[in-house]
């Protein structure tokens, strides 16, 4: 089967925000065993709409849109589809209902503009949105399938796992499995060189790396007579990987570093407590995340100047002078330092230089220390990253507290 | 002048990368008075590529098409453009010295496919690649002309920032002014409604409104003879929106709404300390991404539990024990704290539910108290919306402490 993609939006073409959703419904597509075939981007043009939408239809078997579902003027995707398709525009009761409800639950007033949202082509099947005020929906006609759905990436997400993935599993009828690995302290051509041997001549699974900031993911995918074939073969190929790399793989559930570090502490009961300085609460915001954290979480500081390391950390004011603020000697404190403060079991603190200033040849822009305290352990290791701007670095920064205490769980250090 | 932007790239298509080349390219050439009609993606197959380039072409003025152009049998963009306008592949003795001249610098020796990328269309302008292997070119004919980039941005922003960008200034003579303004505590449909009267029947400036998460964005652009006749035409339609919606206005110059405030602190020479419960560290971590911070941040607490909030904030455990640690004078107490713990001009304080769990009927998830202390005077005020999820919501409190402050700063309050 055979799908495109049609994103509806001047903001896209005008550049004001980057195209996520087209990658995100590839690769949902890709999975579902449907090839892509094209992106297209429009913008808020009626007669330009209406052409790609017709052309794009004939050369695919389905065409996902994206956008354009709003209460304004300018939002015309279902208008077009509706006429593309041979549609009328009819009330959904239901869809008004629930726009309705949504400007009442918070004791605003619904502008008249609004009622547009609940008209939708006949026939169609209606994605209702809890998640927002645009409802999306699948069209058919002549073996062909319009689905449209919201530009905002979560409600786009949201309808797309509800309606669309069901749909389409019983409509390709695909027995595909797949898994996504997650590696931290390897680069991406790194692990592609180990992997070789995996990787090459290989065409079913499929091995695909992909590099994020900082880690790499691995997709390992099949397609088989059945589901069961399909996840045997994917994880014979996944222990052939971990024989490789399996000292870099932290997740074989495409879980995010700080998922995996959190349901470790809440499964072990352990507390924890941060002190940062460069990162300026990126850890502790990333950490606290992950719902129900309040179990495990204590408190993090998050002292920037010197005086604050030693009114709320406790860190010897001479301490800083001796060694400057970016060392192995204060980082070691401040993890110390909000240990004693907090009772918590676990406490990781970090200090280093974010940039774009401050840097020096001795302590780079990019560079830092990490500390982790635990009972009786106190464990301080510098990190250096090459400088690719502030929030890049304090990213790196935090992934990197974030793997020390995930060994220190796994009782790795 | 119109354009079309033409990437070519089955990783574009499986969504293993997102199309950052597209938005950045659109953002230039609206820049020099272009305007761009559509983004295409297509994989690399040459029936496919070959129609949507001449179909492309047709519609547009200038095609800028980015990818395929490197060593492999799969890059094909070269060969199909040459062969659509019609023009020969020659060998350039420059573009292969350059090539060979990138290999011998590394000490690699260059595999034989790389000649490849040195034959080029005949009578194209050649845009030499001082930091890839693949150079690209401009090809002209019949007063249309496509231009061929590498895929990888680096490469490609450096081609086009040398050659492109000099050569449209020249071709576009365009006079083109626009601005983006900021509105936080309005929705969209209430914004257009509201500038309905200067959105209706205008076709320069154009007015254009998008929403992000909390906020909503507008932008006023216009192209007149000259560039000051459009900045004044920008600057009057400004000034309409300005009567209109005045008081949700941030910034009339793109910025974050936590970049408006860290200005605003460090022009003032203000110092500002954060209490955080619910948003996890999130508000420190938001206006400490913005660099030289430092001198105006003294400390952020995130507390978590009860204990720690009576431990380190000296909220005192009788207050949390009456009202709950979500209430008015919960957010009050924490805001008065963590001022008097480091003596910050501002200290800004946040207790709330973030769900998904924890919320009651009195307390729903996505109600929050945020607190504002400054010399003489608190301030703390209910705040709640929709729950869309623990982050959407931490999101919204965060603006919204970020609003109270800016209207501190702005003596407002």
Known sequence: MKASILCVGTELLFGQIVNTNAAWLSQQLQMAGVDVLYHHVVGDNEGRMRALLAETLAQSDIVVATGGLGPTQDDLTKEIIA???GAELVLDE???????????????????????????????????????????????????????????????????????RPWLTEK???????????????????LETKLAPVIEGQTDPTVATYAKEGEVSVR???????????????QETIDKIYQIAGKYLYSTEDQELHEVVASRLLACGGTLASAESCTGGMFAERILSVPGMSASYLAGLVTYSNEMKTELLGVPAALIEKHGAVSEEVASAMATGVKARTGADYAVAVTGV???????????????????????????????????????????????MLDLLNKALLRQL
């Open 83 to 85: 006429d593309v398709l």
């Open 94 to 164: 239901k869809a008004l209902a629930d726009i309705e409800g949504f400007f009442k639950r918070f004791g605003n007033e619904m502008t008249e503009n609004n009622r547009k949202q609940a008209y939708l082509p006949a026939g169609c099947r209606i994605y209702y949105n809890e998640v927002g005020t645009a409802p999306g929906f699948c069209l058919e006609k002549d073996g062909k399938a319009v689905i449209a759905l919201p530009g905002p990436p979560r409600e786009l997400k949201h309808l797309y796992e509800k309606w669309v």
């Open 172 to 190: 390709t009828n695909a027995s595909i499995y797949n898994k996504v690995l997650r590696f931290y302290g390897i680069g991406e051509s790194t």
């Open 220 to 234: 390992v995918a099949s397609k088989r007579a059945t589901v069961e074939e399909a996840a045997v073969a994917v």
């Open 354 to 400: 974010a940039g774009p200033d401050g840097g020096s040849e001795a302590k780079p822009v990019g560079s830092c220390w990490i500390s982790l305290a635990q009972k009786g352990m106190v464990i301080t290791l510098p990190f250096e990253t090459r400088d690719r701007g502030r929030q890049w670095n304090r990213n790196i920064f935090v992934l990197a």
